[in-house]
């Protein structure tokens, strides 16, 4: 059938919005069972620190109901990490649900206390009592690696988990030894905070009866977060819990996580036999949430007198934090297969160190290695050009894998199996006026100000969380219900499976349900990460949908006395093609004597190999040298997603990933005080998040190749503009500083402190 004016393709309005617009969200914290009780942790004020802990006196005051220390879930399982090396396993260590004896960093959890109200909550938390005897820390990757530094860990001498490689080292080396020239950079990835809107919230009701525990909570997956918990912490069958998730206010990968917090409701729950409430404050997010990016590179490129790349050599050191998360070391690990990017590089080693340090644990955020990786390809690219005095577009024309070459394995055994990224390049360069760019120079110049533009053409993978599954159900009034484990968290999952759904039925969006985040519903799931939910759920969805439009087409060509293959299904009826006679879905689901199993099916979908978005981004920046302030008034994206499901939703998402890339660009880092590992930036304070007077009108284009791995061509998107926007924006602030002073270089975020004091510097150094 032809496309719908709701199917896949068109600009349908997000179904979502509505009802949060109206304030009639339903968040974690809004659900408050009859006499719950709260909950707070008591957190190590300390980096490194031993201890001892009495709770003796803090138990017996009014309204406290439990304490929980260490010694109490002392027979709990800790939180697991899901990553291992695949040819040289590490054994990492515990990571308890309470720290006993020893803390590894600021906000490190000692102790959970319930209470019939939080005022009581809070008296408690205050009167444990705790002897701490700090200890000294090891603070940030680079110090952390040092002879002599404090250790974390005894069992990891020097603090390095893991040091590993990847590529051909020989070959590598070979090309340098050839190489006309090399460029190099030596770059710092900051730590990042990851904060959303809603923080982190759960509530944990026990059924005695049934020895069964009901969660309900913000995540970004209520089956993972229900099987870690019961398998690995708990130590139960799954069927003795249910995870619920309602409205989730942004999660960006951290949300995707099990915490402590999760296994200490569910043990006192079960302990005081009442329903606990416990809500993260924003400090509790600074240092209890999985932290983001947090990486030192240095990055070498092997270059022919053509501009052509011959090798590259990478030594990257991650920083972990004080314990493995649950995707922690594969971040630096699985990010550095993206490094060669979309570039031509036969020859190219990486060598990967994963550091532990006293600070809060590092995991994934918006991107999960990726945005690193590109970052560090795009910035020795600028590197490359001008060392060779050649134009930021030029070397990458130069060096582009081009179309003809597809399906390309790069050196990392990445299979990029579609694109044209030359072209996508070309176009930005079109929209962005590059042409007229010097007079746009002079023009600032004329007011004291310096303008630089910057490119950046990325290739991020996604798509590959596993099996997602999807069931589509006809229901008695008609209307379909769409049941599958992905977890909406602003994405607009509500729409875009409603449009896979209207593609093949041809019904209005609101016809179409979609249920997720409860696992006595949803049979399984994945969850929502690594931009999966349509590359793999949206399959699943369609190919259900066209196995139910199969078995309802059988159902109907009985009741219309007729052959299936005379049927066609649009608004809701089933008709005989070229004819008045029809049956809709509300009949022929209430028909008498109907199979009820053929009003339902299920589809299960996984991309081995992933899909590999990419694209262009061009940003224009006005710099004033008398006070490094930075102001962008020009970005253009151009980006290949394979095919487009919803315009309205793809922009929404390439809007927000390149707002949060501008603001660790520009403003964020999160600063930990490097003699006793306090978090300096521990407060909205002192962190500093963007605002929309930040940003830029974004002019934003696609120039899409269908993918060819996926059955619908598309490639994942909710990543892509957290993965193209730092390299532009940084290349952008060092293109102005080149052209004016020769600087080469800075690091994010390029706050207007560090811009004049790059100044400042340079104009000492040549007045010597």
């Given at each position: 059938?032809?496309?719908?004016?709701?199917?896949?393709?068109?600009?349908?309005?997000?179904?979502?919005?509505?009802?949060?617009?109206?304030?009639?969200?339903?968040?974690?914290?809004?659900?408050?069972?009859?006499?719950?009780?709260?909950?707070?942790?008591?957190?190590?004020?300390?980096?490194?620190?031993?201890?001892?802990?009495?709770?003796?006196?803090?138990?017996?005051?009014?309204?406290?109901?439990?304490?929980?220390?260490?010694?109490?879930?002392?027979?709990?399982?800790?939180?697991?990490?899901?990553?291992?090396?695949?040819?040289?396993?590490?054994?990492?260590?515990?990571?308890?649900?309470?720290?006993?004896?020893?803390?590894?960093?600021?906000?490190?959890?000692?102790?959970?206390?319930?209470?019939?109200?939080?005022?009581?909550?809070?008296?408690?938390?205050?009167?444990?009592?705790?002897?701490?005897?700090?200890?000294?820390?090891?603070?940030?990757?680079?110090?952390?690696?040092?002879?002599?530094?404090?250790?974390?860990?005894?069992?990891?001498?020097?603090?390095?988990?893991?040091?590993?490689?990847?590529?051909?080292?020989?070959?590598?080396?070979?090309?340098?030894?050839?190489?006309?020239?090399?460029?190099?950079?030596?770059?710092?990835?900051?730590?990042?905070?990851?904060?959303?809107?809603?923080?982190?919230?759960?509530?944990?009701?026990?059924?005695?009866?049934?020895?069964?525990?009901?969660?309900?909570?913000?995540?970004?997956?209520?089956?993972?977060?229900?099987?870690?918990?019961?398998?690995?912490?708990?130590?139960?069958?799954?069927?003795?819990?249910?995870?619920?998730?309602?409205?989730?206010?942004?999660?960006?990968?951290?949300?995707?996580?099990?915490?402590?917090?999760?296994?200490?409701?569910?043990?006192?729950?079960?302990?005081?036999?009442?329903?606990?409430?416990?809500?993260?404050?924003?400090?509790?997010?600074?240092?209890?949430?999985?932290?983001?990016?947090?990486?030192?590179?240095?990055?070498?490129?092997?270059?022919?007198?053509?501009?052509?790349?011959?090798?590259?050599?990478?030594?990257?050191?991650?920083?972990?934090?004080?314990?493995?998360?649950?995707?922690?070391?594969?971040?630096?690990?699985?990010?550095?297969?993206?490094?060669?990017?979309?570039?031509?590089?036969?020859?190219?080693?990486?060598?990967?160190?994963?550091?532990?340090?006293?600070?809060?644990?590092?995991?994934?955020?918006?991107?999960?290695?990726?945005?690193?990786?590109?970052?560090?390809?795009?910035?020795?690219?600028?590197?490359?050009?001008?060392?060779?005095?050649?134009?930021?577009?030029?070397?990458?024309?130069?060096?582009?894998?081009?179309?003809?070459?597809?399906?390309?394995?790069?050196?990392?055994?990445?299979?990029?199996?579609?694109?044209?990224?030359?072209?996508?390049?070309?176009?930005?360069?079109?929209v962005g006026e590059w042409k007229d760019f010097?007079?746009?120079?002079?023009?600032?110049?004329?007011?004291?100000?310096?303008?630089?533009?910057?490119?950046?053409?990325?290739?991020?993978?996604?798509?590959?969380?596993?099996?997602?599954?999807?069931?589509?159900?006809?229901?008695?009034?008609?209307?379909?219900?769409?049941?599958?484990?992905?977890?909406?968290?602003?994405?607009?999952?509500?729409?875009?499976?409603?449009?896979?759904?209207?593609?093949?039925?041809?019904?209005?969006?609101?016809?179409?349900?979609?249920?997720?985040?409860?696992?006595?519903?949803?049979?399984?799931?994945?969850?929502?990460?690594?931009?999966?939910?349509?590359?793999?759920?949206?399959?699943?969805?369609?190919?259900?949908?066209?196995?139910?439009?199969?078995?309802?087409?059988?159902?109907?060509?009985?009741?219309?006395?007729?052959?299936?293959?005379?049927?066609?299904?649009?608004?809701?009826?089933?008709?005989?093609?070229?004819?008045?006679?029809?049956?809709?879905?509300?009949?022929?689901?209430?028909?008498?004597?109907?199979?009820?199993?053929?009003?339902?099916?299920?589809?299960?979908?996984?991309?081995?190999?992933?899909?590999?978005?990419?694209?262009?981004?061009?940003?224009?920046?006005?710099?004033?040298?008398?006070?490094?302030?930075?102001?962008?008034?020009?970005?253009?994206?151009?980006?290949?997603?394979?095919?487009?499901?919803?315009?309205?939703?793809?922009?929404?998402?390439?809007?927000?990933?390149?707002?949060?890339?501008?603001?660790?660009?520009?403003?964020?880092?999160?600063?930990?005080?490097?003699?006793?590992?306090?978090?300096?930036?521990?407060?909205?304070?002192?962190?500093?998040?963007?605002?929309?007077?930040?940003?830029?009108?974004?002019?934003?284009?696609?120039?899409?190749?269908?993918c060819t791995t996926n059955p619908m061509g598309?490639?994942?998107?909710?990543?892509?503009?957290?993965?193209?926007?730092?390299?532009?924006?940084?290349?952008?602030?060092?293109?102005?500083?080149?052209?004016?002073?020769?600087?080469?270089?800075?690091?994010?975020?390029?706050?207007?402190?560090?811009?004049?004091?790059?100044?400042?510097?340079?104009?000492?150094?040549?007045?010597?």
């Open positions: 059938m032809a496309p719908t004016k709701f199917g896949v393709g068109q600009s349908v309005l997000r179904k979502e919005d509505d009802p949060l617009i109206r304030g009639k969200g339903r968040y974690t914290d809004d659900y408050a069972p009859q006499a719950s009780a709260h909950a707070l942790v008591l957190r190590s004020p300390h980096a490194h620190a031993t201890f001892t802990l009495d709770a003796g006196a803090a138990r017996q005051l009014p309204g406290v109901l439990a304490i929980l220390t260490a010694e109490d879930v002392k027979d709990l399982g800790g939180l697991p990490c899901l990553f291992n090396l695949p040819d040289n396993p590490f054994v990492g260590p515990d990571y308890p649900i309470l720290a006993g004896g020893e803390v590894r960093h600021v906000g490190d959890a000692v102790a959970f206390v319930v209470a019939d109200t939080l005022a009581h909550a809070r008296d408690a938390v205050e009167a444990v009592a705790v002897e701490w005897t700090p200890q000294p820390a090891a603070i940030g990757a680079g110090n952390a690696i040092k002879p002599g530094a404090p250790q974390v860990w005894p069992q990891f001498p020097g603090n390095v988990l893991f040091d590993a490689s990847i590529g051909d080292k020989a070959a590598a080396d070979a090309a340098f030894a050839k190489a006309h020239a090399v460029a190099e950079i030596k770059i710092v990835n900051p730590r990042i905070v990851t904060n959303y809107m809603e923080t982190r919230a759960a509530v944990c009701e026990y059924d005695a009866k049934r020895d069964h525990f009901t969660l309900t909570i913000g995540s970004q997956g209520s089956h993972r977060l229900r099987d870690i918990l019961c398998q690995n912490v708990l130590k139960i069958p799954t069927d003795k819990m249910r995870v619920i998730c309602p409205d989730v206010g942004g999660g960006f990968g951290t949300k995707l996580f099990p915490y402590r917090e999760y296994a200490l409701l569910a043990v006192a729950a079960k302990r005081i036999g009442k329903p606990i409430r416990w809500t993260a404050d924003r400090s509790d997010h600074f240092v209890g949430d999985s932290q983001g990016r947090d990486n030192i590179t240095v990055a070498r490129m092997a270059l022919a007198e053509d501009g052509k790349f011959l090798g590259m050599d990478v030594d990257l050191i991650g920083d972990l934090g004080g314990y493995l998360s649950t995707f922690g070391p594969y971040i630096p690990y699985g990010g550095a297969g993206m490094l060669p990017g979309l570039y031509d590089i036969k020859a190219f080693h990486c060598r990967i160190r994963t550091v532990f340090t006293h600070t809060v644990p590092v995991d994934a955020y918006r991107g999960a290695g990726r945005p690193e990786a590109a970052y560090v390809i795009e910035r020795l690219v600028d590197a490359c050009a001008r060392k060779l005095g050649m134009s930021p577009d030029a070397v990458r024309r130069k060096n582009f894998i081009p179309p003809r070459a597809l399906p390309y394995t790069t050196a990392t055994g990445k299979v990029y199996d579609s694109g044209d990224f030359a072209a996508h390049l070309k176009r930005a360069l079109e010097g007079k746009r120079i002079k023009a600032a110049k004329k007011q004291g100000l310096l303008r630089g533009l910057g490119l950046a053409s990325y290739v991020e993978v996604c798509g590959t969380m596993g099996e997602e599954t999807a069931k589509v159900v006809l229901d008695p009034d008609g209307a379909i219900t769409v049941l599958i484990g992905s977890q909406s968290s602003g994405q607009g999952h509500q729409t875009a499976y409603a449009q896979i759904v209207a593609e093949q039925f041809g019904v209005a969006p609101e016809q179409v349900r979609v249920v997720q985040g409860d696992t006595d519903k949803v049979a399984t799931g994945l969850g929502t990460g690594g931009s999966a939910s349509i590359p793999s759920g949206g399959v699943s969805v369609q190919r259900a949908t066209q196995q139910l439009g199969a078995q309802l087409r059988e159902l109907a060509a009985d009741a219309l006395e007729t052959s299936a293959a005379d049927l066609e299904i649009a608004d809701g009826i089933i008709r005989i093609a070229g004819t008045d006679r029809t049956i809709s879905f509300a009949d022929l689901a209430k028909r008498p004597g109907v199979d009820p199993a053929k009003l339902n099916a299920s589809a299960t979908f996984s991309s081995a190999d992933g899909t590999y978005p990419n694209g262009t981004h061009l940003v224009e920046i006005e710099l004033d040298p008398a006070t490094g302030k930075i102001r962008i008034v020009n970005y253009v994206i151009v980006d290949d997603f394979g095919v487009t499901l919803n315009p309205l939703l793809l922009a929404g998402q390439v809007h927000g990933g390149t707002m949060q890339g501008i603001g660790q660009a520009l403003m964020e880092q999160a600063v930990y005080d490097s003699e006793d590992g306090q978090l300096v930036t521990g407060t909205f304070m002192d962190y500093a998040m963007p605002r929309a007077a930040d940003g830029a009108p974004i002019v934003f284009e696609t120039h899409n190749v269908p598309v490639k994942g998107a909710g990543e892509a503009g957290a993965i193209g926007s730092c390299p532009a924006v940084v290349n952008a602030i060092i293109d102005a500083l080149w052209r004016e002073y020769r600087i080469d270089h800075i690091d994010m975020p390029a706050t207007p402190e560090r811009v004049w004091m790059a100044i400042r510097e340079h104009e000492r150094q040549h007045r010597l």
